[in-house]
């Protein structure tokens, strides 16, 4: 898929280009904030959160990220050390996974919190287009399980706990077998994704969670809907990334579904 988008000298690092472009110079970093296990920067341009993902290589910024620019932190997306890429990836939403930006590009959002509700949950939205099809989940989500009473459901984990985990190196054996692949948007901080992507170009892609980041490039490697999380009231989701409860979380982030 990235070949046939990008064109026969492809590099994985391309979709990572193309995201960066798009945010344009100058826009100043405010705050940031590494939490246990979210991450935000807020920028001019609005905030935005990624899952934090730890381990990986050694860091390679050694000063502020807010000395940076917005578009200059979103580069640590391409970092090896995966707390970089935290910060990389939560930059690229402080531009990206904006509400007004969503809204217009017709996203529909989960206002309402509710436990399974099919704006927030696309493994219930879409249950009728992959039942009985052959699926495949990227990560061990909570109550994936459930999934396997509606589809032929392969899970591809790294530390299997479940009859239905077989491990990741799988990948490159199942998914192209596959009609359905939903994968975590963590790949993008920990590099698999342009390869996942490319393994699934024959396949239905969804790509789940507070990483995802909800643009154009990515569109465009494959992915068909996008479901991730939106900042809605600033003070509320930076207290709930610092540590807070499940009610500032939900008062300040929505989850969102852009197909």
Sequence with gaps: MLEEIMGANASPWDLYDRMIAGIPRGIAVLDYCLGLHWAYVEAESGIGISHTLRGGGSPTLSGDPRDLDLRSLAELSKSWDFIE??????????????LSRLEGLGALIDWENQKGSLEGDPFKALREDYSGKNVTVIGHFPHVEQMAE??????????????????????????????YLFMTGTTLQNKTAPRLLELGKNTITVMVGPSTVPCEPIANAGVQV????????????????????????????????LR
């Design 85 to 98: 890429a935290t910060l990389g990836i939560a930059a690229l939403n402080a531009w990206y996974s904006q």
């Design 150 to 179: 509606y589809c032929n459901l392969t899970v591809l984990e790294r530390n299997c706990t479940s009859p239905v985990d077989v491990p990741d190196p799988a990948a490159e054996y199942i998914i192209p077998e596959q009609d």
């Design 226 to 257: 996008l479901s991730g999380s939106v900042v809605v009231d600033a003070e509320e989701a930076k207290l709930a990334v610092r540590g807070g409860n499940k009610m500032q979380w939900r008062r300040g982030i929505k989850k969102f579904m």
